[in-house]
DNA sequence: CTGAAAGCGCTTACAG
DNA sequence: CTGAAAGCGCTTACAG
């Protein structure tokens, strides 16, 4: 493969004329230039990145870690945040970690170690989470998350309190036996918390047998579901803290022949494209997935451009959609 | 940020054992090591990835392109491509390309500018599949296709006979106003072969009107489909060339009030998660994903060892899984 | 408008 | 077991 010296000797210029060429620099003559631009035609010659990259410090690259790609929530997210990636001439490249710290940390060294020069994570697990909040010396951004201090901006919705609108909802809608679904991300807690307070304001006692936890995967999730549902005294309604989840639900609702809304109303969180299409359709939060991404990515370039700029946190507004899965009969 | 100099001079070595500590080179003597690795320590030395790739001319990172992240029959490939690369102590990054041909250049022109040490490209767009097929020069393999050359190797199922299966099956259930609910991915046209093949075999005449398009987008295909649904002539039957189609076949239907699969039968193809939590359960085509990720990655790594090796294309066995969209009443 | 030269942060024969 | 030095492929003041 052609180096940069192969086209500059070929072209009978400098190597320097050659990198002027490539990165149009005005100063260039016109008859030079189509000199050189001829030779790189003829030779297919590439620019190495890594060279260039490595003498200019920047490699504009950034990194948006997702949990998986198998939740079409991210898809959104990941959308705003490559329209302003976009805007500023800086490409994205994307990264599932399975909620596993370990890989997120391989990611994190890519920043560390010059390939990116910074690192969007979505939904982060709790250890990756906690390192970043305490360790962090490198451009990142939470998104999903709104915890958060100087080492790592946040973006995200009012977890609590859209859980707690959700939960109200089945609480107005007569019910006082609701489960809650948990996951392992991070923001469940917060969801939790806001489960919590609406029954409590309602006065209902909380049974622990009615707080599950599954798996975001379905066949697992299914598994998990089942056993609540199965339970003599099972709940009449469920909020789940994610729609992949609540899509467990339905089904294994079907499989137990329980009639969703008639026998057991449920809500998911996240609005995903498939909460629309399921059958009965899905009550969900949605959140702002796009806008969550464009100002994550904002904030990311702030913070490459100033390392040591301060940087507020950004709390955006959610809904809640009530669709047919919580539907009054 | 320290680099390699600090690190050598803080430790009172050459920068040439502190490179063979970093890369643990045997031959250092074990008090040398403890004090290097102190420094590095003490000074959280963090080596230069661009230095390093650029020395060594290997970046141990390999790109899988994907058309999105809302189809979750992606994951399952990647995580079969992540498989093997992690096996070979690689790490692969993924790439969402909206099919778009710009896109799909830019992660190649990764590959080209030594950032990644080649590509898996899943369902490419028909225009990168050309230029990869003609012109390509880097260790690229394509997923989900089996007509290819030397320039690119591929990994597929025999998508012609699972449509053909898929639709016999239809057929065999009774159906002769079968229509075809086609896409833009590569792949559609040799389903759509398929679909022809067992029409004429059994001397059903192709109606024109029943072959539609539809995005692979939810809103944009449940638009699409319903005006297929919605003609007074309407089919009996639809084979979609993907779960996300005939999922928004469902939800179309159901919007119109037909009854799958009493007044319409659906199959779809892919067999992603979601396609068994449907209700009614959808039939389907199901692809070993897993494997068609890990076959993609040994490719490539066998591309990449020797740049002329001859590499056989791959085609995986399939499977059609009759669920509920399809059952006999 | 163009070139010679230094340097980005590493690795690796070569010599000792 | 260790170091001096060359070089991977670029960019960019500096000088002319």
């Given at each position: 493969m052609a180096d940069i010296h192969t086209v500059a000797k070929e072209a009978g210029v400098s190597v320097a004329t050659v990198s002027r060429v490539l990165n149009n620099h005005p100063s260039v003559s016109l008859k030079t230039r189509r000199k050189v631009e001829e030779v790189i035609e003829k030779l297919k010659y590439e620019p190495n990145m890594l060279g260039k990259s490595l003498r200019s410090s920047q490699s504009r690259l950034l990194l948006a870690l997702i949990p998986n790609i198998s939740n079409p929530f991210y898809a959104k997210v990941v959308s705003g945040i490559e329209s302003v990636a976009k805007a500023n001439r800086y490409n994205i490249m994307l990264c599932t970690t399975d909620s596993n710290p370990e890989r997120e940390l391989l990611y994190y060294d890519m920043v560390k170690k010059k390939l990116a020069e910074g690192l969007i994570s979505i939904d982060p697990s709790s250890e990756f989470y906690e390192m970043l909040t305490t360790t962090n010396r490198y451009p990142v951004v939470i998104?999903?998350?709104?915890?958060?201090?100087?080492?790592?901006?946040?973006?995200?919705?009012?977890?609590?309190?859209?859980?707690?609108?959700?939960?109200?909802?089945?609480?107005?809608?007569?019910?006082?036996?609701?489960?809650?679904?948990?996951?392992?991300?991070?923001?469940?807690?917060?969801?939790?918390?806001?489960?919590?307070?609406?029954?409590?304001?309602?006065?209902?006692?909380?049974?622990?047998?009615?707080?599950?936890?599954?798996?975001?995967?379905?066949?697992?999730?299914?598994?998990?579901?089942?056993?609540?549902?199965?339970?003599?005294?099972?709940?009449?309604?469920?909020?789940?803290?994610?729609?992949?989840?609540?899509?467990?639900?339905?089904?294994?609702?079907?499989?137990?022949?329980?009639?969703?809304?008639?026998?057991?109303?449920?809500?998911?969180?996240?609005?995903?494209?498939?909460?629309?299409?399921?059958?009965?359709?899905?009550?969900?939060?949605?959140?702002?997935?796009?806008?969550?991404?464009?100002?994550?990515?904002a904030m990311l370039f702030k913070r490459i451009a100033d390392r040591s700029a301060a940087i507020k946190n950004v709390i955006l507004d959610h809904d809640l959609i009530i669709r047919e899965s919580t539907m009054n009969y």
């Open positions: 998104c999903g998350e709104h915890v958060g201090n100087d080492h790592a901006p946040c973006v995200s919705i009012d977890n609590a309190k859209a859980a707690y609108k959700a939960v109200k909802h089945l609480i107005a809608l007569g019910h006082r036996k609701i489960a809650l679904v948990n996951s392992n991300i991070y923001t469940a807690g917060l969801r939790q918390q806001g489960y919590l307070k609406a029954l409590e304001e309602h006065g209902i006692e909380v049974n622990p047998r009615w707080i599950a936890h599954a798996d975001l995967n379905f066949e697992n999730a299914q598994q998990d579901v089942r056993e609540l549902l199965m339970t003599e005294d099972r709940p009449t309604a469920v909020f789940a803290v994610s729609d992949t989840i609540a899509i467990s639900v339905l089904k294994a609702a079907k499989d137990l022949d329980i009639k969703v809304p008639e026998e057991l109303v449920v809500s998911g969180f996240d609005n995903i494209d498939f909460s629309s299409v399921m059958n009965p359709t899905l009550t969900t939060i949605s959140q702002p997935m796009f806008e969550m991404g464009s100002h994550s990515a």
